[in-house]
C-alpha cells in the first residue's frame, strides 16, 4: 500500500511539474486619431490614423493592465502632401494602409516626486517607418485623477517625410508633424 501511495504521489508531483502554468490575462486597445491636411484646396476631410496595442497583466497581479506592444498601425484616407517633380506640379495622396507591427514599448520613469502615485504608469514608443522616412512616436499614460474607471490615454505625433507611392504622387509628406493628446483608448 506504502508503494502505491508512494508512485502515485511521484506520479502527481510530475503532472504538476510539466503541466503549462497559466498566462496572464491580455487585452486590445486601440486609439483612433483624426490626421487632417496641411494646406489644400479645395480642404480634404481628415483621414484617420488608428494604432493597436497588446495590453497584458501579470498572473499575480488582479486589475492593472499595462502596454506591452504596439501590433498595428493602420491609415485611412491620410492626407498627404506630394511635391513630386517640377514637371508634374504637386497632387495629394489619400494614404490608405495597414502595417502589422511587433514593437515593445518602454516603460517611463515616473516624475521626481517624493511618493509616485499607486497605480500610474506611462509607456514610451517610437516606431520608424521601414518603407519610406517617417515615425509615429507617443505616450500611453494612466491619469491619477478623474472619474473611475481611469481609462488609459494616448498622445503624440506622426510625421511622414518622405512616401513615393507612384510616379505621379513622389516626394510626399504630413508637412510636418502631426499631433494629438489626451485621447482615450478603446476596447477592440
Known sequence: MNRALIT???TLFAVALTAPTAQGAT?????QVEIGSSATTPPTPPGT???EFVFKKKRESKHKFTPRRLIRIDFSKVPLHCANTASEGTSQLLLTSTLDVSFKLTKAPPPNTNKPKPGRYAFRFAYSFPAFSGTVRGTIDKPNRGPRPRVPRSQGSLTIDDLDSNPGHTNC??????QWGGLPLTGV
Do not use: H
Open 8 to 10: 502515485g504521489l511521484i
Open 27 to 31: 487585452r486590445l486597445r486601440q486609439v
Open 49 to 51: 490614423l488608428t494604432l
Open 173 to 178: 509628406s504630413t508637412l510636418g508633424p502631426k
